[in-house]
């Protein structure tokens, strides 16, 4: 442009070239026509600056005159002080010298705010520092929330704890891994729910030959062994009802529903009571939680009957940490032996080897009640008391709704 109009003036007459100048002018630049080099308001440190050349050798190759010459100014040179400019009044100019040795001006101010040139550079870099640390705080959410989630989902999984598919958020990595998750989740789901089936179609397959064992068993003459053989029978069909509830508790989950943790704790307590039990029950604080109202109350109460059965009573508490709710189950019984803890919740393990109801059941209850708490995303976890006794520790997650319904 500058090029252009310089070639513009340097063809009309000198008379028209002040006029000219003023009228191409606009709000943003504005040209002026000198004379003469001595009328050109250009600082003199300026008039050969070399961090302009190659801008100045376009321009010269641009206009073809013989012999120009191009100056700058710049509004950021220490050479302003000593003309006492206020900062406000300092610009930004290009002189162009034409073939008559009369000079054309584009200038515009320089938008400085009263500000020297050190404070505005501290002001950029401090402006760029905020702008940095702004963009990495928000890229570092947008990688970082989806990897908290991607963890808390595997955390919870590891556990038991069934959860939908993850949304897939985040770069493309985060959403890859997201994807597999999500994969292997609902594989592994379908892998569970098919051996699950498996053993309920196999529990309920059993009770016709059962049936049949128990009729053919009537014609057996020896009444001693008559009776045997039922009993045996009897405690097969046992089992096998057994094995259709537990497994019928893992194939059909309930819905999830907001409930008063504590009251739900209490009405266990008070059933235990009412057949004549000795159960304490202590707790500080209404606690409400999203959670199976019905799995959770089978969990407490295979854990209090348990306490009930061995050791004659039940202390029973339940409190809130700063992230977790946790119930406790303590009794004064005999114990187990420390070798056996590990295997407390294997399906039909009993520290009791007989398969005798009257003394234990079949072991499937804390296998159950471990399984619901897992499903819960909590844990269940049972150890010897000093200096004798069991206490059974159930640990719930506490959400940020949680949190607050508890204060």
């Not at 513009?8 to 000198?14: A, E, F, G, S």
């Not at 003469?36 to 961090?51: A, G, M, V």
């Not at 069934?162 to 592994?188: D, H, K, S, Y």
Request: proline share 4%; with cysteine; charged share 25%.
């Amino acid at each position: 442009m500058a090029a252009g109009v310089a070639k513009t003036l340097n063809r009309i007459p000198v008379n028209d070239r002040s006029s000219l100048a003023q009228d191409l002018s606009d709000d943003d630049i504005n040209i002026s026509w000198f004379s003469n080099h001595e009328r050109l308001p250009i600082l003199d440190s300026y008039k050969e600056e070399e961090k302009f050349s190659r801008i100045r050798q376009n321009i010269i190759e641009l206009l073809g005159f013989e012999n120009t010459r191009i100056l700058f100014t710049d509004s950021d040179d220490e050479s302003w002080a000593p003309a006492e400019e206020p900062y406000d009044e300092r610009f930004y100019a290009l002189a162009i010298q034409l073939e008559d040795d009369s000079w054309l001006r584009f200038s515009t101010r320089a938008r400085l705010w009263g500000l020297n040139s050190g404070t505005r550079w501290l002001l950029v870099s401090v402006f760029v520092l905020l702008s940095t640390i702004l963009i990495s705080w928000v890229f570092g959410l947008w990688v970082t929330h989806p990897m908290r989630t991607f963890a808390r989902a595997v955390e919870q999984f590891g556990i038991g704890a069934q959860r939908q598919p993850l949304q897939l958020r985040g770069p493309i990595e985060i959403r890859e891994t997201q994807a597999a998750f999500n994969a292997m989740q609902t594989q592994i789901h379908r892998l569970l729910e098919g051996r699950t089936a498996m053993f309920s179609a196999i529990s309920h397959d059993l009770r016709a030959p059962l049936t049949r064992l128990k009729l053919r068993s009537e014609f057996v003459d020896e009444k001693h062994q008559r009776q045997k053989i039922m009993s045996d029978i009897d405690e097969l069909q046992s089992m096998v009802e057994a094995c259709l509830v537990y497994f019928q508790q893992e194939s059909q989950p309930e819905e999830m529903t907001r409930l008063e943790l504590s009251e739900l704790l209490h009405s266990v307590v008070d059933n235990f009571r009412d057949m004549g039990k000795t159960v304490t029950y202590r707790c500080a604080q209404a606690v409400i939680h999203e959670g199976q109202p019905t799995a959770l109350k089978r969990a407490m109460t295979n854990l209090i009957d348990n306490a009930v059965k061995y050791a004659g009573h039940a202390d029973v508490a339940l409190y809130v940490t700063e992230s977790t709710i946790v119930i406790t189950v303590q009794d004064e019984g005999p114990g187990v032996p420390p070798e056996c803890l590990s295997r407390l919740f294997d399906p039909f393990y009993r520290v009791e080897g007989s398969r005798n109801t009257q003394t234990g059941g079949y072991g499937l209850g804390l296998a159950a009640s471990r399984s619901a708490v897992h499903f819960h995303g909590g844990e269940l976890t049972i150890a010897n008391r000093q200096p004798r006794g069991l206490i059974a520790t159930i640990q719930l997650p506490l959400s940020g709704t949680d949190r607050r319904d508890a204060k």
